[in-house]
């Protein structure tokens, strides 16, 4: 299965983390539309109701998490996995991710499919030496968000700024379907690189930082 009023949990389910303990608080929230979607492609199974959906952390890629959903016996959940109801779904986490998905919500459009809307993002690496917390940083933040991406997209990449040296040299990192791109050195120097030379005075160099033998199917083949 493929993937980013709210269903509330239903009160006074147990963790199987600490089973003596009620659970009042939630996860995640499922939308009406998501959970509509859900119930309707969970009838397609055999004996649909033994079936709940697991939700987990597949990977990371950039700033974001990439993730599985799938559906799987909720009476098989394993001791660590946080099992909840919504509204007469079963939603299974793995104990591993309710950190790093507390917050988030499952949402669905027909343009898009379900999607996770999270608040939490992955732990970047950053670079010894380089500045990332600074106005330029914060500058050269904004433009990454509201216009670069934004164009990356339809490439279905972007750019993670990772940060400064202080001399005029700013550092990204590239992911999506600039990870691994054949083509994403052209990207990043001719259009990365050009704009945020032109727009923000104090930078004068990109640098790609990417691991690119890391990147698994570019968009550019």
Same mark, same amino acid.
């Given at each position: $299965?493929?993937?980013?009023?709210?269903?509330?949990?239903?009160?006074?389910? &147990?963790?199987?983390?600490?089973?003596?303990?009620?659970?009042?608080? @939630?996860?995640? #929230?499922?939308?009406? +539309?998501? /959970?509509?979607?859900?119930?309707?492609?969970?009838?397609?199974?055999?004996?649909? #109701?033994?079936?709940?959906?697991?939700?987990?952390? +597949?990977?990371?890629?950039?700033?974001?998490?990439?993730?599985?959903?799938?559906? %799987?016996?909720?009476?098989?959940?394993?001791?660590?996995?946080?099992?909840?109801? /919504? *509204?007469?779904l079963?939603?299974?986490?793995?104990?591993?991710?309710? #950190?790093k998905?507390?917050?988030?919500?499952? *949402?669905?459009?027909?343009?898009?499919?379900?999607?996770?809307?999270?608040p939490?993002? @992955?732990?970047?690496?950053?670079?010894?030496?380089?500045?990332?917390?600074?106005?330029?940083? +914060?500058?050269?933040?904004?433009l =990454?968000?509201?216009e670069?991406? @934004?164009?990356?997209?339809?490439?279905?990449g972007?750019?993670?700024?990772?940060?400064?040296?202080?001399?005029g040299? +700013?550092?990204?990192?590239?992911g999506?379907?600039? /990870?691994?791109?054949? $083509?994403?050195?052209?990207? $990043?120097? %001719?259009?990365?690189?050009?704009?945020?030379?032109?727009?923000?005075?104090?930078?004068?160099?990109? =640098? *790609?930082? &990417?691991? /690119?033998s890391?990147?698994e199917? @570019?968009?550019?083949?």
């Open positions: $299965m493929n993937t980013p009023p709210v269903s509330p949990f239903a009160a006074g389910i &147990t963790s199987p983390l600490a089973p003596a303990t009620p659970v009042s608080q @939630p996860i995640i #929230e499922i939308t009406p +539309a998501a /959970h509509a979607k859900i119930i309707a492609l969970r009838e397609e199974e055999d004996e649909a #109701e033994r079936y709940g959906l697991r939700l987990e952390i +597949a990977g990371e890629q950039g700033d974001v998490f990439q993730y599985d959903l799938s559906f %799987d016996e909720f009476t098989k959940a394993a001791f660590t996995d946080e099992v909840r109801t /919504h *509204d007469g079963k939603v299974i986490i793995p104990g591993k991710d309710i #950190e998905l507390q917050g988030a919500i499952l *949402d669905y459009a027909d343009a898009t499919g379900l999607i996770i809307k999270n939490n993002k @992955p732990t970047l690496a950053r670079i010894e030496g380089l500045t990332h917390d600074d106005v330029l940083s +914060a500058e050269i933040d904004a =990454v968000a509201s670069i991406n @934004p164009a990356l997209a339809a490439h279905g972007f750019v993670v700024y990772v940060g400064h040296d202080g001399d040299v +700013a550092y990204m990192r590239m999506g379907g600039c /990870h691994g791109c054949s $083509m994403s050195r052209t990207t $990043m120097m %001719d259009g990365v690189q050009t704009m945020i030379v032109e727009k923000v005075e104090a930078i004068h160099k990109v =640098v *790609d930082v &990417t691991d /690119h890391t990147g199917n @570019p968009y550019y083949s």
